[in-house]
């Protein structure tokens, strides 16, 4: 499943529109609004974001709302979470490093 969700994740539109998900749910005309592309290529981002399970789309009336889903993008916290620490690690051994150089 994540080389799904990185896959999803690779393309900008795709990452601009989660960005906007996560304020708060979007219909699909909204969506189209803020980008500089037809209402076909967002229908198709849209496709791709919902076959990683990154969105969910659901009607309303005559409106089709796009909501984000967080479980996905937590599994991919998750995988990061041990090169986060890591790179702590080193981070904190450079700034020790640094002001350790300063003091001389």
Known sequence: MLDT???????PTRRGILALLAE???S??????QF???QSAVSRHLNVL???TL??????????????????LAEVDLWME??????DGKMRRLDKALRKGKKR
């Open 82 to 87: 041990r090169y986060r620490r890591m790179w």
């Open 24 to 26: 708060r749910e979007h």
């Open 28 to 33: 699909v005309g909204e969506l189209v609004e």
């Open 55 to 72: 969105i969910e789309r659901r009607r309303d009336g005559q409106r089709r709302l796009c909501v984000l889903r967080s479980e996905a």
């Open 36 to 38: 500089p592309i037809t």
């Open 50 to 52: 919902e076959q990683a």
């Open 5 to 11: 969700t990185f896959a999803a994740l690779s393309d």
